[in-house]
């Protein structure tokens, strides 16, 4: 499978077979992150309320729309082109400094054997339960700029008990992001050993079952 970084907290996974998923869609005008041009089968959003997370009305096509909080209140999981989708329930911070919290919904799934998980827009230290929820999976699409999302020590707690074998950061401060309230992508790696995180130079990378390394690495994508 591919797996390409359009910016914050948006990604393209596209399976061998063609199926393409765009996780957490984004306003460009607000973001400063660019339109999303691909076109793709399915758009999951981890809530239906934020505008940096739920923008799936501005993806090209007509693409089936799953709301990974209504997921995770109903059944837990729902499948859609051969593809199950599970969520379980998170909250904003708590201390958010913008305005009250809300409920968003985490997710994974699985493609071509390549298990990903998405940490949504968690603002908290997550539960066992939800540590649960990721552990072992291959990839984490991890929540690396700080408050008003999962603060760095929490997630690093994910990471060592949930023991993903590639964690690739998402929504810190780059240089197109307009807000200013996250962390550079450097504070994310002082978690890391150097030896410990690879850089891919490009914004998708191609991940097979036999790239997943044995132990915990960084990945670091440039965005669209």
Request: aromatic content about 8%; hydrophobic content about 40%; proline content about 6%.
């Amino acid at each position: 499978m591919k797996l390409k970084w359009w910016g914050h907290a948006c990604f393209l996974v596209t399976a061998d077979n063609g199926v393409k998923v765009i996780t957490d869609p984004y306003t460009p005008a607000t973001s400063g992150y660019r339109p999303v041009t691909d076109e793709p089968d399915i758009v999951i959003m981890s809530s239906d309320n934020d505008s940096y997370h739920c923008r799936a009305d501005l993806i090209p096509g007509q693409p089936v729309v799953i709301n990974a909080l209504e997921v995770a209140q109903k059944d837990g999981e729902r499948v859609e082109k051969g593809i199950s989708f599970k969520a379980i329930e998170a909250m904003e911070a708590f201390d958010h400094r913008e305005h009250d919290p809300d409920q968003n919904g985490m997710y994974r799934f699985t493609v071509d054997d390549v298990s990903i998980g998405h940490l949504g827009d968690v603002g908290n230290a997550l539960s066992a339960e939800q540590i649960a929820f990721f552990r072992d999976v291959d990839v984490l699409l991890a929540l690396a700029g700080g408050h008003p999302t999962i603060a760095l020590d929490d997630l690093k707690t994910v990471i060592d008990q949930a023991k993903p074998r590639i964690v690739v950061p998402m929504h810190f401060r780059t240089l197109r992001y307009k807000p200013r309230n996250t962390f550079w992508i450097e504070t994310f790696l002082s978690y890391f050993k150097a030896e410990e995180v690879d850089f891919a130079c490009a914004e998708e990378v191609t991940l097979t079952r036999a790239d997943i390394p044995p132990q915990t690495r960084a990945l670091i994508l440039t965005h669209v």
